[in-house]
């Protein structure tokens, strides 16, 4: 089982240059999110998805852009990239579970960004 | 704004010791609860979850946690801890009030001394 995957695993960029990072998931979920973890922060919400072709910002989505073409598929793009964006991100996902029981997310390995 | 909080950010225990992590959260209503682990290296894997029923939940590896819902908590508890428990620590939470996102706290760093 695949389960979350992301691509690619780790990546440096120059200040100013752009990339994008791609989470897929093979669970048919509906519910798409990306974070970033930074020491003594926990996981920071960057922009979630609630189902195909929708969007929105979570705790700290400036600088950052997703988008959300297929179920499967979450990406995150940094246009510009800056020092404060070096962090390591996650994806996630789960069910739109309307009992409210199975809410649990799944993580992706992450992907561990260096902006120099 | 809802948050969770974790009140301690390192704990070091040596093996065979007791481990409660505390965790509060602010949000209202009907709410889902869940303790996450991250492993060195590794991403974030639930460890166990409460959403109604009996408030003391067991999870995975001897890993139990006590929702109290005047206190808003949901600690986590571990009687006697392994070197292999060695890892960091995320409370989460995920209310229908909340929307559909689930906010995590800042974590707790474990270090178990052999």
């Known amino acids: 089982n695949a389960g979350v995957t992301q691509t690619p695993k780790f990546r440096v960029l120059k200040t100013g240059q752009s990339m994008t990072l791609l989470c897929a998931q093979d669970?048919?979920?509906?519910?798409m999110y990306w974070y970033r973890q930074d020491p003594g922060m926990g996981l920071r919400l960057i922009h979630y998805s609630v189902g195909e072709g929708t969007t929105a910002k979570g705790e700290v989505p400036d600088g950052y852009n997703v988008s959300r073409l297929k179920k499967q598929n979450f990406l995150l793009g940094l246009e510009s990239a800056a020092p404060s964006q070096t962090s390591v991100y996650f994806c996630?996902?789960?069910?739109?579970?309307?009992?409210?029981?199975?809410?649990?997310?799944?993580f992706g390995q992450g992907t561990r960004l260096t902006v120099v | 704004a809802q948050s969770v909080s974790q009140h301690n950010h390192h704990v070091i225990l040596s093996e065979a010791a007791s481990l409660e992590l505390g965790c509060n959260y602010s949000y209202g209503g009907t709410v889902n609860l869940f303790w996450y682990v991250q492993y060195p290296g590794q991403h974030l894997q639930l460890l166990l979850k409460?959403?109604?029923?009996?408030?003391l939940v067991k999870g995975i590896k001897g890993f139990e946690a006590e929702f109290i819902k005047s206190k808003f908590s949901f600690n986590l508890r571990k009687p006697s801890v392994q070197w292999s428990d060695t890892a960091e620590y995320f409370c989460a939470a995920l209310s229908r009030a909340g929307g559909f996102k689930t906010i995590f706290g800042a974590g707790t760093r474990l270090f178990v001394k052999a």
């Open positions: 669970m048919n979920h509906e519910y």
């Open positions: 409460y959403f109604s029923g009996d408030p």
């Open positions: 996630a996902s789960r069910h739109r579970d309307r009992s409210f029981r199975d809410t649990e997310a799944f």
